[in-house]
T-cell receptor, first 112, second 111 residues
Framework: NAGVTQTPKFQVLKTGQSMTLQCAQD?????MSWYRQDPGMGLRLIHY???????DQGEVPNGYNVSRSTTEDFPLRLLSAAPSQTSVYFC???????????FGQGTRLTVV | DAKTTQPNSMESNEEEPVHLPCNHS???????IHWYRQLPSQGPEYVIH???SNVNNRMASLAIAEDRKSSTLILHRATLRDAAVYYC????????????FGTGTSLTVIP
């Protein structure tokens, strides 16, 4: 049972480039979410989804797009990367009605 | 979501109990109290949660004040592996689909 898998683990982008951070879970969880963590800070919610075809914005959604076409996958897209998006990104999933969320190992993104 | 206040850092000797406090004076009646921890270079992991009564599990205990304005996470015997950042989070059971993290408490365990 892989849990929540994030790819890639590390990525360096140039300003203005686009990329997609992948997140997949094999637990059939309805809820999935993306967070970013900057140095010395807690996690901040970017976007979340309560099921396939349903997404919503969190605290810091600007500059990021998401979609949820399947239960398993919840990719995060950066359309035009900026240095302010340098951060560690975490994906999480949770089953409806349960409080325990499972987090991936994170993607460390550097935008130069 | 209501806010929580935690000390920035704490230290504990190995194999001694650790009490990690959390203040949440604006908690509402439907807010659950959750604790997660984040080990170095890893994603957060669930520790425990509760509503009104004290809770125990294999990892820790959660003591909730009678007025619910504060709570304490108790690690009964700290090990080196417990060195992590501990987050206290409130989530509304009815409308809070996701978690809002604060800056947490960084726990150092001294051998």
């Amino acid at each position: 049972n892989a849990g929540v898998t994030q790819t890639p683990k590390f990525q360096v982008l140039k300003t203005g480039q686009s990329m997609t951070l992948q997140c997949a879970q094999d637990m059939n969880h309805e809820y999935m979410s993306w967070y970013r963590q900057d140095p010395g800070m807690g996690l901040r919610l970017i976007h979340y989804s309560v099921g396939a075809g349903i997404t919503d914005q969190g605290e810091v959604p600007n500059g990021y797009n998401v979609s949820r076409s399947t239960t398993e996958d919840f990719p995060l897209r950066l359309l035009s990367a900026a240095p302010s998006q340098t951060s560690v990104y975490f994906c999480a999933s949770r089953q409806q009605g349960y409080t325990e969320a499972f987090f991936g190992q994170g993607t460390r993104l550097t935008v130069v | 979501d209501a806010k929580t206040t935690q000390p920035n850092s704490m230290e504990s000797n190995e194999e001694e109990p650790v009490h990690l406090p959390c203040n949440h004076s604006t908690i509402s009646g439907t807010d659950y109290i959750h604790w997660y921890r984040q080990l170095p270079s890893q994603g957060p992991e669930y520790v425990i949660h509760g509503l009104t009564s004290n809770v125990n599990n294999r990892m820790a205990s959660l003591a909730i004040a009678e007025d619910r304005k504060s709570s304490t996470l108790i690690l009964h015997r700290a090990t080196l592996r417990d060195a992590a950042v501990y987050y206290c989070i409130l989530r509304d059971a009815g409308t809070g689909n996701q978690f809002y993290f604060g800056t947490g408490t960084s726990l150092t365990v001294i051998p």
